[in-house]
């Protein structure tokens, strides 16, 4: 099954991106992932304190009236790469349906060469999102709210 | 009680103060490699402790002649004054420090507090990537009374000689064999190396602003676990970053003469075949 066809953009995109590139567009994406609403703040808070330097991503989806799927994303500056990685899929998935999300490859990324730019550890911590979406994709799926 | 070697730690203050000295080099080195990207002390270059110091092929460091390459193309003469900061309350500024002393590089120092001090106290970042005129920097041979590779680490287990394990608690424990969430990989076995005491390497540091904690406070956690002095240590975590920061500490704040970092550390360890282990 294809890609949602905004994440296919973004992975054709880095393929042909030089690993500075990358680098540049993965800082805008981290730039430019909206604060969290105010609403959710209260959620966020409810999340458990994260032991040491790993980085606290908070995650929480909505389903539209029609079915897709918005995410909001809650990560501190300081980790810009999982930032950015978080906010290309937010790009890439958000306003998908449940189903779509859950189709997404685990390995639909290798095209993109990421590794030019960022570490294995980063590349592990972006599959961690993405399975992390898939898991409240598959809560919205069942719960339907 | 001042540090030992205070000569080797510069404050915020200091840097801010030698932006433009031609005879200081600053260099950023954190585990978030896009931290530069977002913004970096005017005049840094970025220096990764992957994608720049690491071998390409083997698990090692670059060799001496890549590591001559990398100095060479950050403008640094043996006589510059290097300056490491980064994130994570400095761990890959560390790093690279001992990375450097290890192809001797004397002129070395830590900005004390790290990334974290200098954006809390409002400093200038910038966005702009400096280029310095190419130098042919000669490296020397490695130092490798900095460095402990795992022959050694077994005698020293096995002599029952100080072993420093900076790793976090459940680490030690071995109920965790990465730090708490990150991915549990890189180990086949959970646990610490027969004889190593615990000391997590944030326990040097000042929670609030990443500083290195007083010099007394500094004797009172290393001597109080044992750690003194005298003895030849040898310092260890999963990779060999948090354990740089740990050795830099006692090397250098405290002045033992006879620290090493073992970087091969758990990922190493903790996959060796025939290896004792505690739990």
């Known amino acids: 099954m294809s890609l949602p066809s905004k994440l296919q953009e973004i992975v054709d995109d880095f393929a042909s991106m030089t690993r500075e590139e990358k680098v540049e567009t993965l800082v805008a994406y981290s730039e430019s992932l909206p604060p969290l609403p105010d609403r959710l703040k209260e959620l966020r808070d409810k999340m458990e304190p994260v032991p040491e330097c790993m980085t606290p991503v908070f995650l929480h989806g909505e389903k539209q009236p029609d079915g897709g ?6 990560i501190p500056p300081q980790s810009p790469t999982v930032r950015g990685l978080a906010s290309l899929l937010a790009n890439g998935l958000n306003g998908s349906k449940p ?10 990324f290798l095209p993109m060469n990421l590794q030019e730019a960022i570490s294995q550890q980063r590349i592990n911590g972006f599959i961690g999102v993405l399975a992390h979406m898939k898991q409240t994709a598959v809560k919205l799926l069942s719960n339907g709210s | 009680m001042p540090y030992v070697h ?7 203050e200091w840097v801010a103060e030698h932006l433009n000295d031609p005879n200081v080099r600053i260099i950023e080195s954190d585990e978030d490699a896009l931290l530069y990207a977002v913004g970096h002390i005017p005049g840094a270059v970025q220096v990764d402790w992957f994608s720049t110091l690491q071998h390409p092929l083997r698990r090692d460091f670059l060799t001496k002649e890549q590591f001559e390459e990398v100095a060479s193309n950050i403008g640094i003469t043996n ?11 400095n761990w890959f500024a560390c790093y690279a420090l001992w990375l450097f002393q290890y192809y001797g590089h004397e002129n070395v120092k830590i900005m004390n507090g790290g990334r974290l001090k200098w954006e809390q106290e409002n400093r200038p970042l910038t966005k702009d990537v400096p280029s310095y005129q190419r130098t042919s920097y000669k490296a020397k041979d490695p130092d490798k009374s900095i460095r402990a590779f795992r022959d ?13 394990d900076v790793r976090s608690p459940k680490e030690y424990s071995g109920e965790l064999i990465s730090m708490p969430n990150y991915p549990q990989e890189g180990a086949q076995r959970g646990g610490h190396i027969p004889g190593a005491v615990s000391i997590p390497w944030s326990q040097a540091v000042n929670e609030a602003d990443s500083t290195f904690k007083t010099p007394e406070e500094l004797r009172a956690l290393y001597e109080g676990k044992g750690i003194t002095p005298e003895g030849e240590v040898i310092a260890y975590c999963r990779i060999g970053e948090r354990s740089s920061h740990t050795w830099f500490v006692l090397k250098y704040l405290l002045g033992y003469p006879k620290v090493k970092n073992y970087d091969g550390s758990w990922t190493e360890w903790g996959n060796l075949v025939d290896a004792p282990i505690e739990k």
């Open chain 1, 99 to 108: 189903e779509e999300i859950l189709s997404v490859p685990g390995d639909f």
């Open chain 1, 69 to 74: 799927i918005i995410f909001y994303f809650d």
């Open chain 2, 79 to 89: 006589d510059t004054t290097v300056v490491f900061y980064g994130d994570k309350s």
């Open chain 2, 152 to 164: 050694e680490v077994r005698e020293q287990s096995d002599s029952k000689k100080p072993l420093v």
């Open chain 2, 6 to 12: 205070p000569e080797y730690l510069v404050e915020t």
